[in-house]
């Protein structure tokens, strides 16, 4: 029989998830790790962590995330740094970054014992850019970085053609943004590169809202294109990184059903109401920013489409008032903000989104399109067909499904968070 392994270690592979899934060690280590709030520090000079057995259920069942509670007592780090993981007996499970004040303690970085260093991150971040040149071959605008989706906690990076939107959430990317943006530039070669870690979760993790370039020279608004449509999206204070990059699939597919009268509520600066434009007759844009409606009209009018109206408007009051008004679509686009930041909040939102899609279910004209979507994490793909069986029974019409669609490809879903899976996006028939 061979000799165990000594604690804390295991067999080198070369980065990726385990060739074999993630299976327990089978050989009992020569002792025990001790239970301590000092961490150890391992033979590569890293923090030592040990996690409880709900804990390294969770790492078998392939979870990014570790909680708080599922550490053997509370670590004496200050957060950010990269750990390595074991198990109660001293077992080597994998290495994270350490978060100090979120829930989430520890978020995956590698299962295997390889070195966190600068070729580690350039190695990530090249793989996930190769996956979109593959998914989206000729593509320049894309997210090039879905955090833990493509291994890398804690960091979103959006790319606009020659410009770059980077989000640092955790303390571990915070605290290596020199690195980080160093690699950027190296490997993209980037114009700009923009801070956009103005985001409430970062308080959860005790960092503070930041925004700026961090790189290079922007100037102004960066036009992009979406099928035959150009966007400007401005990455210093657009929402999200300056655009939603996740809906670009589905605004170039709801061109593609887009007819006579339509309508696009929660429009922002247009990802939807420009495409039903190329397509429709006619298109009323309901938006409540007044911001982001000058920037929609001035992009109907970069791209010389004319017959977009945009409303500035509670999208809500707009539909019951055109319901009662008597007037009726062919195509109708609901793409509300997130109803829901927790999950106490999910009954209310879905009385939100029934309340929508019913009235849009009612404003349709036979054989109009409703393309509905939905960006609340807390509530799941069952969960909104569900909302909208109920919607389409109380406007007693039939509806057909016609495409479930989720966030374009570029948003990759990871299998065993369920969170990654956010964006849900029907295109329904009313009949
Ligand atoms: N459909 C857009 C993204 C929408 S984001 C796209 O694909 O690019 C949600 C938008 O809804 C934001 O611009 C926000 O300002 C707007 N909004 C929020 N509450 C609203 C309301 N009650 N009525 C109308 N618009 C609203």
Same mark, same amino acid.
């Given at each position: 029989?061979?000799k165990p392994p000594a604690p804390g270690s295991r067999p080198e592979r070369r980065s990726g998830p385990p060739a074999g899934g993630f299976k327990r060690p089978s050989h009992r280590p020569e002792k025990p790790a001790p239970d301590r709030t000092t961490p150890d520090l391992?033979?590569?000079?890293?923090? *030592?962590?040990?996690?409880? =057995?709900?804990?390294?259920?969770?790492?078998?069942?392939?979870?990014?995330?570790?909680?708080?509670?599922?550490?053997?007592?509370?670590?004496?780090?200050?957060?950010?740094?990269?750990?390595?993981?074991?198990?109660?007996?001293?077992?080597?499970?994998?290495?994270? &970054?350490?978060?100090?004040?979120?829930?989430?303690?520890?978020?995956?970085?590698?299962?295997?014992?390889?070195?966190?260093?600068?070729?580690?991150?350039?190695?990530?971040?090249? *793989?996930?850019?190769?996956?979109?040149?593959?998914?989206?071959?000729?593509?320049?605008?894309? =997210?090039?970085?879905?955090?833990?989706?493509?291994?890398? /906690?804690?960091?979103?990076?959006?790319?606009?053609?020659?410009?770059?939107?980077?989000?640092?959430?955790?303390?571990?990317? #915070?605290?290596?943004?020199?690195?980080?943006?160093?690699?950027?530039?190296?490997?993209?070669?980037? =114009?700009?590169?923009?801070?956009?870690?103005?985001?409430?979760?970062?308080?959860?993790?005790?960092?503070?809202?930041?925004?700026?370039?961090?790189?290079?020279?922007?100037?102004?608004?960066?036009?992009?294109?979406?099928?035959?449509?150009?966007?400007?999206?401005?990455?210093?204070?657009?929402?999200?990184?300056?655009?939603?990059?996740?809906?670009?699939?589905?605004?170039?597919?709801?061109?593609?059903?887009?007819?006579?009268?339509?309508?696009?509520?929660?429009?922002?600066?247009?990802?939807?109401?420009?495409?039903?434009?190329?397509?429709?007759?006619?298109?009323?844009?309901?938006?409540?920013?007044?911001?982001?409606?000058?920037?929609?009209?001035?992009?109907?009018?970069?791209?010389?489409?004319?017959?977009?109206?945009?409303?500035?408007?509670?999208?809500?009051?707009?539909?019951?008032?055109?319901?009662?008004?008597?007037?009726? &679509?062919?195509?109708?686009?609901?793409?509300? /903000?997130?109803?829901?930041?927790?999950?106490?909040?999910?009954?209310?939102?879905?009385?939100?989104?029934? #309340?929508?899609?019913?009235?849009?279910?009612?404003?349709?004209? /036979?054989?109009?399109?409703?393309?509905?979507?939905?960006?609340?994490?807390?509530?799941?793909?069952?969960? &909104? #067909?569900?909302?909208?069986?109920?919607?389409?029974?109380?406007?007693?019409?039939?509806?057909?499904?016609?495409?479930? =669609?989720?966030?374009?490809?570029?948003? /990759?879903?990871?299998?065993?968070?369920?969170?990654?899976?956010?964006?849900?996006?029907?295109?329904?028939?009313?009949?």
């Open positions: 029989m061979s391992a033979p590569d000079g890293l923090p *030592q962590v040990s996690i409880v =057995r709900r804990g390294v259920e969770r790492w078998q069942g392939g979870h990014p995330w570790i909680y708080r509670a599922d550490l053997n007592g509370d670590p004496a780090l200050e957060g950010g740094e990269v750990v390595r993981v074991v198990d109660n007996r001293g077992w080597f499970l994998g290495k994270a &970054f350490y978060s100090k004040q979120s829930k989430i303690s520890l978020r995956w970085l590698s299962y295997d014992d390889v070195p966190v260093d600068t070729d580690f991150f350039r190695q990530r971040l090249a *793989q996930a850019n190769a996956m979109r040149q593959r998914a989206l071959p000729g593509e320049t605008t894309y =997210r090039l970085v879905h955090g833990e989706a493509d291994l890398l /906690p804690g960091l979103v990076v959006d790319r606009y053609g020659d410009c770059l939107s980077v989000q640092f959430l955790t303390p571990g990317t #915070e605290q290596r943004k020199q690195l980080i943006v160093a690699l950027l530039v190296e490997l993209f070669k980037p =114009r700009a590169i923009v801070n956009r870690s103005d985001v409430g979760v970062r308080a959860l993790e005790g960092l503070p809202q930041e925004k700026g370039v961090l790189y290079g020279e922007l100037s102004g608004p960066v036009p992009y294109d979406e099928g035959l449509v150009r966007v400007r999206a401005d990455l210093m204070e657009g929402q999200k990184t300056g655009a939603f990059l996740d809906q670009r699939e589905n605004h170039v597919m709801a061109a593609q059903y887009a007819f006579g009268e339509a309508l696009d509520c929660f429009s922002y600066v247009g990802g939807f109401a420009l495409q039903l434009a190329t397509r429709a007759q006619k298109v009323t844009a309901v938006e409540i920013s007044e911001q982001a409606a000058g920037q929609l009209r001035a992009n109907a009018a970069a791209n010389k489409l004319s017959n977009v109206d945009v409303v500035v408007a509670n999208a809500f009051d707009y539909l019951r008032d055109t319901l009662d008004e008597g007037h009726r &679509f062919d195509t109708i686009v609901l793409d509300p /903000p997130s109803f829901a930041k927790n999950k106490d909040a999910i009954p209310g939102a879905l009385r939100g989104y029934k #309340e929508l899609n019913l009235r849009a279910i009612q404003l349709l004209r /036979p054989g109009g399109f409703l393309i509905t979507a939905s960006c609340t994490y807390h509530i799941d793909e069952q969960g &909104f #067909e569900d909302m909208l069986v109920s919607a389409a029974t109380d406007a007693k019409r039939r509806v057909q499904i016609i495409e479930k =669609r989720g966030a374009g490809k570029d948003h /990759p879903v990871l299998l065993n968070l369920r969170e990654t899976r956010y964006l849900k996006c029907f295109v329904l028939r009313v009949l």
